[in-house]
């Protein structure tokens, strides 16, 4: 048990109050007193002792009689004080101190256990509370979506690390400001669920919202959390174009063989047949026609076999400069401008990501030779960047731009007439196989292209990097 001592504002409260208490708490302790204090009295006086000794001993019996009650009202007055001040501190959230002298059995010592029994069932609630509050601020850290909650005048209240990356600002920059100011007053008002399109993460997706209500501290706010769709509807996507291509290819290639074969047979019939010089060339055209169609359905359905067939990326730790370099070096049509870059190791799969990027320059490529005009030297350019652990690749181009942003991921769509559709395919799902993501626009000051890749927590940490690639970045980089 800790000893109780008065508090500051007790003791000021009690010298601005009238004692009230004290004094009819004394007045009682005396008055109870009074009877034997006259019978004592008058007893006295009647004895035969000398005037002064009657004085003297009338002087104790009364100071005895006010320094008992004084020391009753004293005792029992700290007593109610010890408890005022547990109490006290109980309100204001410190649930270290005891009342003292608790003991059963009489009426102050069942008050201050009880009292003690609130202050202890209290702190373990606190601690409960402590505890969930730090879950709670836990499992909104963790979380992969979006949290916001918002008191009933629309300010932002409670948001996660997730949602400040939404909202592209700091946390203390957003915390109570209303949701028009935030510019998503849209998402407090609608169904307790519904699909979203808008743009988040600096690109434009699809979101769950999903809206409900909570307490807290006994007033109400309103909980929003939004979780990304595009993902997961990508994924059901692509599994259904995955079987899709699985059964084509299986029908087609059925039935190729066998036109294959009769083409061949046909052209070994007619080259050894006397016929007609027009209808032996009409012939010959048409089985070259119907070879090279072949032939080019084979190489269609090669191409969307291997995009349903991308094995999960092997990651290991590669140079970052030296594989953009090489990746740059095999576009034989038009010279590819590296832009310098930090030095940086990256774990990925460095045969994937060449891939990747091999496809990005090449459709770059493409649409600079289709662009009028002189062509420039850094009419393709590749550079990057890292943000800590991430890393960001950006393809710049000078060519026609896009015109059909909405069909650039749908498979079997192309604008070229040799293409298959499937490049842009397989690398966004390269890139997404390594949790980044792959955004395409048209760049704002020129013509041409904006290609970003992102890819998280890829880049090595420093002191792995090797020495030899970080001098060599500063010798070109003074």
């Not at 256990?113 to 963790?142: P, Q």
């Not at 434009?204 to 007033?219: A, D, L, M, P, Y």
Request: proline letters at 5%; aromatic letters at 6%; charged letters at 20%.
């Amino acid at each position: 048990m800790l000893p109780i001592l008065p508090a500051k504002k007790s003791v000021e409260r009690r010298h601005q109050l009238p004692l009230r208490f004290e004094g009819h708490l004394l007045f009682i302790v005396c008055f109870a007193g009074l009877p034997a204090v006259i019978l004592s009295l008058v007893l006295l006086w009647r004895t035969g002792y000398s005037l002064d000794h009657k004085i003297e001993l009338s002087f104790l019996v009364v100071a005895i009689w006010s320094g008992l009650g004084l020391s009753a009202r004293a005792y029992v007055v700290h007593s109610l004080q010890v408890l005022s001040n547990v109490i006290s501190a109980v309100r204001d959230e410190d649930f270290s101190f005891r009342a003292t002298q608790a003991h059963p059995g009489d009426a102050l010592g069942e008050l201050a256990l009880e009292i003690n029994g609130v202050s202890r069932a209290l702190a373990e609630e606190r601690l409960s509370a402590i505890d969930t509050s730090n879950l709670l601020r836990k499992v909104m850290a963790e979380a992969g979506t979006v949290i916001f909650a918002f008191s009933l005048d629309d300010r932002l209240k409670i948001v996660n690390h997730v949602g400040t990356r939404f909202l592209g600002q700091r946390e203390e920059a957003v915390l109570n400001r209303t949701a028009a100011e935030l510019g998503i007053a849209d998402l407090l008002e609608g169904p307790p669920t519904e699909v979203v399109s808008r743009a988040g993460f600096g690109t434009n997706k699809r979101w769950i919202v999903r809206r409900g209500n909570f307490r807290q501290r006994g007033e109400p706010q309103r909980l929003i959390i939004l979780s990304e769709a595009s993902e997961a509807l990508r994924a059901e996507e692509r599994l259904a174009w995955q079987k899709l291509i699985r059964v084509l290819s299986h029908e087609i290639n059925n039935s190729l063989a066998p036109i294959r074969s009769i083409a061949h047979t046909l052209g070994r019939i007619s080259g050894n047949a006397e016929l007609p010089m027009p209808l032996s060339q009409h012939l010959a055209h048409g089985l070259e026609v119907i070879r090279d169609r072949a032939d080019f359905l084979n190489r269609f359905l090669q191409s969307y076999t291997r995009l349903a067939k991308m094995p999960v990326p092997a990651r290991r730790k590669v140079a970052l400069e030296q594989l953009i370099s090489r990746v740059a070096s095999l576009e034989s049509r038009l010279s590819v401008n590296v832009a310098p870059g930090p030095p940086v190791h990256i774990n990925v799969d460095p045969d994937q990501l060449e891939q990747a990027l091999i496809n990005l320059i090449k459709n770059a490529a493409d649409s600079v030779l289709l662009s009028p005009g002189h062509v420039s030297p850094t009419a393709i350019t590749i550079e990057w960047n890292v943000h800590a652990s991430d890393l960001e690749i950006r393809v710049l181009d000078e060519g026609i731009g896009l015109t059909d942003t909405e069909n650039l991921f749908i498979p079997f769509y192309t604008t070229k007439q040799t293409g298959t559709g499937v490049g842009l395919l397989i690398t966004r799902q390269i890139i997404e196989a390594h949790q980044g993501t792959l955004l395409l626009r048209n760049r704002e000051n020129t013509i041409g292209c904006h290609v970003e890749v992102r890819l998280p927590k890829c880049v090595a940490p420093r002191d792995e990097w090797t020495s030899s690639t970080e001098s060599a970045y500063r010798a070109s980089n003074p």
